[in-house]
């Protein structure tokens, strides 16, 4: 179990959040995008699916990723919780990865990867995926597709809570499902090529997306 003082993390993260909402464009009422930083597919647009898959496909056709205020807010907490534990257990947090896999070019960010040679053992050549939100199928299939870009046969996901002011992780081993993540690849691909939007993956009434939808899908595309 890891723990680490949350204030000063929430704190930098609300920081953060502020100065980069400040320079992204807000693309609906609450909603805000930011261009794409990849041309291949990278791990966390193809998260999107899981959401909805229309979503995906806008995402994508716009070349953008979109994300409510507090959805910026929790990428950076993530950013800045990266930071400490790089800082507490060593490693390399962010390593930007690029790799061909199964002809598809796929690139992304992984949280932590550590050598052979590293401070605590047990995470000794390994990839973690940290995660701070709810549990989600993709979250097995990313640190899967991380685990086979950098060629690394152990893999944890860290899930971290919020917990009377600290935020408490707990490192869960996970075996890579390869064939399972190509296949998640393989359906992203299919669904961000289709000329038409695909169905919604959810209701869209309560959807906090619904007015981004409805504009981005009367308007042009880029
Ligand atoms: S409004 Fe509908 S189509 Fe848009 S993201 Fe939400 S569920 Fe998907």
């Known amino acids: 179990m890891i723990v680490l003082e949350a204030e000063p993390l929430k704190k930098a993260a609300l920081q953060r959040a502020q100065e980069r909402l400040a320079a992204l464009e807000e693309a609906a009422p609450g909603i805000y995008a930011e261009p794409r930083q990849y041309s291949g597919i990278s791990p966390s647009a193809a998260r999107v699916l899981f959401f909805c898959p229309r979503l995906a496909w806008l995402e994508r056709r716009h070349q953008k990723s979109f994300a409510t205020e507090h959805g910026v807010y929790k990428m950076e907490l993530g950013h800045v919780i990266h930071q400490a534990l790089q800082e507490r257990l060593g490693g390399t947090a962010e390593l930007r990865v690029e790799r061909r896999l199964k002809d598809v070019t796929i690139v992304g960010v992984a949280d932590l990867v550590f050598d052979e040679d590293c401070r605590d053992r047990r995470?000794?050549?390994?990839?973690?995926?940290?995660?701070?939100?709810?549990?989600?199928?993709?979250?097995v299939l990313q640190l899967s597709l991380y685990a086979a870009m950098l060629n690394k046969g152990k893999a944890y996901l860290l899930r971290v809570r919020e917990e009377d002011g600290v935020f408490v992780g707990t490192l869960e081993r996970v075996q890579p499902q390869p064939r399972e993540a190509a296949r998640w690849l393989k359906r992203y691909a299919r669904v961000v090529a289709s000329q038409t939007p695909p169905p919604p993956g959810r209701p869209c009434s309560s959807c906090v997306f619904k007015k981004l939808c409805a504009r981005l899908l009367s308007a042009p595309l880029v």
Do not use: F, N, Q
Not at 123 to 139: F, H, N, Q, W, Y
């Open 123 to 139: 995470l000794c050549g390994s990839v973690v995926e940290i995660k701070t939100g709810r549990p989600s199928p993709a979250d």
